[in-house]
Every structure is written in C-alpha cells, then in structure tokens.
C-alpha cells in the first residue's frame, strides 16, 4: 500500500512540476490570444529562444542561471516588442488564417535560425548546486530542481494574480478581454495594453523556455513540438482566462505524467481524447466566455 | 463589369426584367466554359513525362501533392474551412493501403485505392459532422487534436501499424494485373495523372456548381448564408467529406508509389506543408494547387539537400512574406501582373 502512495505522490509532484512550466509558458498566449484573438503559433519559438539564451548566458558568459532566467525575461520580452509593432500589430484585423500563416512562417524561420547557430542536439544546462540533488518533503525525497519550479510557478501565480485583480492595469485588461470595443470607448488604450501585455507574455514564456530546458530538453523543435502543448492549455482553459490555464495546465500536466507512468504503451491519447472531448462539450474553455 | 453599358431601353419592360438573368448566365457560362490556357498544366505534365524520363518518380510525388493540395484548396480556399489536421486524411488513406496489403494480404491497387479513399471520406464525415459546428480557434484545435489523436492511436496499436518505423511487408500489385511499377515508376506517373486529371475535372464542377457558389458564399458571410436559408452546416459536411476522400486517394497513391508509410504522415508537419503550398498558390482557385505545389516540391528538392535549414528559413521567410504582401498567391501575382500590362498600351 505505501508502495502506491510512494507512486501517487511521484505523479502529482512531477506533474505538478510539469505543470508549472506550461502554465508559465500558455499564461502569455492565453492572454494575448482573449485581448485580441491573434492566434499566435510562434509562442513556441519564444519559449525556444528564452531556452537558447539561458543556455549561452549560462555556458559563453559564465552567468548564473537564476540571473540568466531573468536576463531572458527581459531580453526576450523587449525583442518580442518589435515582433509585434511591426507583423503582428498589421494582421489583428485579418482572419485567424493569415495569423496562423504568418506565425507558422515565423516559428519555422526561428528553428531553421536555432539549428544552424545551435546545431540539432538537445541543449543541456549547468544548475547551481542548491538546485540539484534531492530534497526530503515528508513523504518521499523528490529532486530539488523539480520543487524548485513549483516554487517559482506558485510565485509567478500570486503575482499575476495579485496584477491581473488588484491592480488598475490587472483591471484595463480584463475589461478588454471581456469587451474591447466596450473598453475602447471607455477611454483605455487596448493597442497600448496589447503591446504591453504581449511582451509580458514572452518573456514569461522565455522564462518557462529556460525552466524547460532540464525538464522537457531543449532542441530547435522546441517551438512546434509543444506547441500543440500551449494550445491545447489556452483553448480548454478559456482565452483569457489565468484561472482556465492554470486549471488546464494541472490537468494536463497530472494527467500526461500519470499516463506515460501508468499506461505508458498508450502514450498522449488519453489527453487528445481529453481534449476533444472538453472542446465539443465546451467549445470556448472551461473558463472561457462563450 | 456589364453594369453600366447595359441600362435597359425605356420601353422594353419585359426585356429588362429578364436581361440581368441573361448576363448572369451568360457570365456563368463564360467563367465555366474550358479555356485554352487551362490545357497548360496537362500538356507540361506529358512534357515532363518525356523529357525527364529519369525523374518521373519525383513527378509522381509531385501530382500526388496537387492532388492533396487540391483537397485542401476545396475546404480552404472554397469553403473557408481553416484546418490544421488535413494530413489525417492523407495517412488514413495511406494506411488503408499499407494495412491492406502488409496485414491482409491484398494488394490490388484500385480496389485498394477506392478503399483508402472511401475510409478517409468516412472520417471526414464523422469528424467533420461533430467539427463543423464550431469556427475559428476552436475548430483550428479539433482539427490539429483530431488528426494528433489518429496519429496516437496509431502508435498505441504500433503491434499493428508498426509505429513510426512504418508498415513493414507492403507488396503491390501490378496495375490492373498487366503493368508492373517500372524501375522508374513511369506506370505509376501515368496512373497518378490520370487520377488527378478525374479528380480535377470533378473538383472543377463542384466549384463551378450552385453547390460550390454556396460553398464561397459560406466563407465570405456564413450569417447571410444562414439567412437566407442555405443548409450550412450540410454543405461544410458534404465539402469536407469529398475533400477527405480526396486526400485519402492522394495517400493511397502515396503508399502505393512508395511502397511504404509511416506514421509520420500524420504529423503537424505535413498539415502545415500542403497549406503552404496551397497558400504559395493560390487558394480558392483551381490552378493554385499545380502551381504551389510543384514549386514547393522543386524547390524542396533542390534546396533541402544542400541545407535543411536554410531551407526551412526560406519555406518560413515565404510564408511571412506571401501574409504581408501577397495574400494571393503566385497566381495572383500573375493575374495582377497580366493586368498591369494589359492596361498599359
């Protein structure tokens, strides 16, 4: 029976930690996608160049990698500012085509540019020591670095929640999400709160990029391997939605985990199912605005 | 364009009540009516068919993806359908192929071609019907989990389909029980050409049909379509339905050609591959799929040996560039050029 126990807490808390990465990466998208609708299928690409970046801090400038997941944070969320003036901010108005294509062209062009400066093996990280080993939680002793990004995901959720329901501009973008046109006409600049917004979100998904690189491995498909990942998170939670996400990154973290550990034969099924099945009963998310 | 010459006469009453109906048929009729220059893409293929006697098997695979891109060209580029999961089709109908030859034994390839098809058609129906309820993002994410979900279970059963090392055993008959595959695959060129051309003459109908003008009318205003009465829903089934059996036949045929499938054909990859050269093309009109994709394959071809990521970059930069300034297509490029030029003297 402990046995079992033993086992169940290994899948919560790794899925848990599973979870916490895409969380951090789809928060971006889910939020971005709810203000203005863009389907943006480079969300992956970076989450990849967060990835890329810790990895040349880390390795070529001899940064530590806490401070070098910040630095792609920053770094990250300034360059995806340009991104968005000058493409995306020209196809708000078109049709979920267009984006896809756009985004689909930039995504590849981004791992074509990571393979030929990176090459296409998977990239490794050094951690610091206190991020390695094991670390007793009571029940059973589980890897540091894995306790680790549960603790920065739980500290990314109180601050965006905290942001998103305490704060006045927590306040512009719901109302934007709810209404734009509403919005607008109340006076709030939602082309400004986009901007704003979507550099807040890549950079939170570079962020994640980074925690990904020891737990998921990092390799210039990065941007469209999980990207199925990311969306599949953004439209069962609801667009817009940090509760949604969340919600659907546990699910879908627990339940990936818990599949490949229990059933391992029949692989991401069940979450493929999972997810038809939520969206036909459900088309806009579990928290989502119909 | 007959707007403004044709005002009708003050006292013909009954002559113009009827004079707009004539126009519209008679541009109907001009529009449906086969030009010339439409001989073009047959003739170059039984130009290619001669003058490049060795590279006939790259040929093949180059019909064989005008005829997946035409697929698509139907449900996209008609009916406004935007799908992520198109490759599902074109690996069913692969399957079909493969499975039936390598698990039961029958290797006969129009009967099996007919099958591949015809299960596709199925799963476009049944998928389709539950799908095509929905728009935008949500029906993006059906339709890329749906075709995801094929693929796993494909995996799940790998005891049958082999999983990702591909379907070992497939044996093809010969043609018709006379025409072996040639060392050069000329039978199967002949084959495929002659398919496409069926299917091309099918698809042309279609589009040029009441049917297909409720199709364009889906995609442009789906609320007026609703308005006015039109059986939406039916008639995005019933395209999409066709169009799978289309892609099934054009992954029949590649299993067929190439004596072998994986299940690789399902992946994102190869969804996003056939838009790209629909897009390249043209979409929504019906040449768009012979001009997209022998240059993408061309150009894949030639490029993808020397560097893949050079040409990934390139495939990507095209996109970006084909969104931002030409939402046509090569064919629109033409078309606005022909213009251009016509204007000018």
């Known amino acids: ?290 | 364009m007959a707007v403004s010459d044709a005002a009708p006469a003050p006292g013909a009453v009954s002559a113009s009540a009827s004079a707009p109906r004539a126009r519209a048929l008679e541009f109907m009729g001009r529009r449906h009516r086969f030009h010339l220059a439409e001989a073009l893409p047959w003739i170059l293929m039984i130009a290619v068919y001669f003058l490049f006697p060795d590279r006939v098997t790259f040929g093949t695979q180059v019909l064989i993806a005008i005829m997946f891109t035409l697929s698509l060209d139907l449900i996209l580029g008609y009916a406004g359908i935007v799908t992520l999961g198109h490759a599902a089709f074109f690996g069913i109908g692969a399957y079909t192929v493969a499975l039936l030859s390598a698990r039961l034994h029958w290797g006969e390839p129009i009967s099996a071609l007919v099958a591949g098809a015809l299960i596709a058609a199925l799963a476009g129906f049944i998928s389709g019907w539950f799908l095509l309820r929905y728009r935008g993002l949500t029906l993006l994410m059906l339709t890329l989990a749906t075709a995801i979900l094929v693929q796993e279970l494909g995996n799940y059963r790998s005891d049958i389909t082999g999983g990702y090392d591909g379907v070992p055993g497939m044996e093809i008959w010969p043609l018709l029980g006379l025409f072996e595959n040639d060392l050069f695959g000329r039978t199967y060129y002949i084959y495929v050409a002659v398919l496409l051309l069926l299917i091309f003459y099918v698809i042309r109908r279609i589009v040029y049909s009441p049917f297909g003008q409720a199709l364009t009318g889906i995609r442009e205003n789906v609320r007026r379509m609703h308005a006015i009465g039109s059986p939406v829903h039916r008639r995005l089934v019933a395209s999409y339905t066709l169009a799978a059996a289309i892609a099934g036949a054009a992954g029949a045929l590649f299993a067929q050609s190439t004596a072998y499938a994986t299940l690789g054909v399902f992946d994102f990859d190869n969804s996003a591959k056939v838009m790209v050269m629909l897009i390249l093309g043209g979409a929504g009109r019906l040449y768009g799929a012979f001009v997209g994709a022998p240059i993408y394959m061309i150009l894949e071809d030639n490029l993808a040996k020397l560097s893949p990521a050079f040409w990934q970059f390139g495939i990507g930069l095209l996109l970006v560039l084909t969104v931002l300034f030409a939402r046509r297509g090569l064919l629109g490029i033409a078309e606005d050029a022909s213009r251009y030029f016509k204007r000018k003297p």
Do not use: C
Request: proline share 3%; no cysteine; net charge positive.
């Open chain 1, 1 to 290: 029976m402990p046995q079992s126990i033993a086992a169940l807490v290994s899948i919560l808390f790794d899925g848990l930690a599973y979870a916490m990465v895409l969380f951090i990466i789809s928060v971006g998208l889910s939020i971005t996608m709810g203000l203005m609708g863009f389907v943006n299928l480079a969300h992956g690409a970076f989450a990849m160049a967060g990835g890329y970046l810790v990895v040349s801090l880390t390795r070529s400038w001899g940064i530590g990698f806490v401070p070098s997941l910040a630095l792609a944070f920053v770094a990250v969320g300034a360059v995806s500012v340009l991104f968005e003036r000058t493409l995306y901010a020209r196809l708000y108005k078109a049709g979920e085509l267009d984006q896809v294509l756009l985004t689909i062209g930039l995504a590849f062009m981004a791992i074509a540019a990571y393979t030929y400066f990176y090459g296409p093996s998977p990239q490794t990280v050094s951690l610091p020591s206190f991020l390695t080993g094991q670390i007793d939680i009571g029940v059973r002793t589980v890897p540091t670095y894995r306790a680790f990004i549960i603790l920065v995901g739980a500290v990314l959720i109180a601050m965006l929640w905290y942001g998103f329901e305490r704060t006045n501009i927590g306040a512009k973008i719901r109302a934007a999400v709810d209404n734009r046109r509403m919005a607008q006409s109340v006076g709030i600049d939602v082309d400004r709160l986009f901007t704003l917004t979507f550099a807040l979100g890549s950079g939170l998904a570079a962020l994640g990029g980074g925690l990904a690189i020891q737990t998921f491995g990092l390799t210039p498909s990065f941007a469209v391997l999980y990207l199925v990942f990311f969306l599949i998170i953004v439209s069962v939670g609801g667009l817009g939605s940090l509760k949604g996400t969340l919600v659907a990154s546990i699910l879908l973290g627990v339940f990936d985990i818990g599949g490949k550990y229990l059933y391992a034969e029949a692989g991401g099924f069940f979450i493929y199912a999972l997810t038809v099945l939520i969206l036909l009963i459900k088309p806009a998310g579990l928290y989502g605005r119909e």
